[in-house]
């Protein structure tokens, strides 16, 4: 692995390209059984003049990739930051009209719901249903629905909050 990282560098330096040392990281991927045999045992860099750990998820443009591949890091990023901007959106709506608020709702959630939400085929049942919790949510903000309320009655006018079903 280490003459890897060697062969890479210089293949970038050739290029005209630098490494950042701090921000290189190795993602060894496996199946969830096989997960026990990854090396965790760091590798040292000759060109870098650095220690390489391997990781277990790495984000890439703004997609976070599990070493299973399962993208569990990915949905419970998503999950997290989306119903953070929804407090943050509870707490002025008062102050805002219908319009605006629905505004907010997309930009600030929706927006990140659809973002690479390709990668997210063929994902477990359970992050499909992580996924859609937050654009019901977002609904239940919309229309001031309790979350005791049924949510089927108002997601059937808002068809783009919808995650789609599973195949």
Same mark, same amino acid.
């Given at each position: 692995?280490?003459?890897? %990282? @060697?062969? &890479?560098?210089s293949w970038m330096r050739a290029k005209r390209l630098q490494v950042n040392p701090s921000?290189?990281?190795?993602?060894?991927?496996?199946?969830?059984?096989? /997960?026990? /045999?990854?090396?965790?045992?760091?590798?040292v860099s000759a060109v870098l003049v650095t220690y390489v750990l391997p990781v277990s998820?790495? #984000? @890439?443009?703004? &997609?976070?990739?599990?070493?299973?591949?399962?993208?569990?890091?990915?949905?419970?990023?998503?999950?997290?930051?989306? %119903?953070?901007?929804?407090?943050?959106?509870?707490?002025?709506? #008062?102050?805002?009209?219908?319009?605006?608020?629905?505004?907010? *709702?997309?930009?600030?959630?929706?927006?990140?719901?659809?973002?690479?939400?390709?990668?997210?085929?063929?994902?477990?049942?359970?992050?499909? @249903?992580?996924?859609?919790?937050?654009?019901?949510?977002?609904?239940?903000?919309? %229309?001031?629905?309790?979350?005791?309320?049924? *949510?089927?009655?108002?997601? #059937?006018?808002?068809h783009w909050l919808r995650v789609p079903e599973r195949i």
């Amino acid at each position: 692995m280490s003459a890897c %990282f @060697d062969e &890479v560098s210089s293949w970038m330096r050739a290029k005209r390209l630098q490494v950042n040392p701090s921000k290189t990281e190795v993602l060894w991927c496996a199946s969830g059984r096989r /997960q026990h /045999q990854i090396p965790t045992s760091q590798y040292v860099s000759a060109v870098l003049v650095t220690y390489v750990l391997p990781v277990s998820s790495v #984000r @890439d443009l703004g &997609v976070h990739i599990d070493s299973d591949v399962s993208l569990r890091t990915h949905v419970i990023a998503n999950v997290r930051l989306c %119903f953070a901007a929804l407090r943050q959106i509870r707490s002025v709506r #008062r102050c805002l009209t219908q319009h605006a608020l629905l505004t907010l *709702i997309r930009a600030l959630v929706v927006s990140k719901v659809d973002y690479c939400c390709s990668v997210l085929a063929g994902i477990s049942g359970h992050l499909l @249903d992580r996924m859609q919790s937050i654009l019901n949510a977002a609904a239940r903000l919309l %229309f001031s629905a309790r979350c005791s309320e049924r *949510i089927t009655p108002l997601l #059937r006018d808002l068809h783009w909050l919808r995650v789609p079903e599973r195949i």
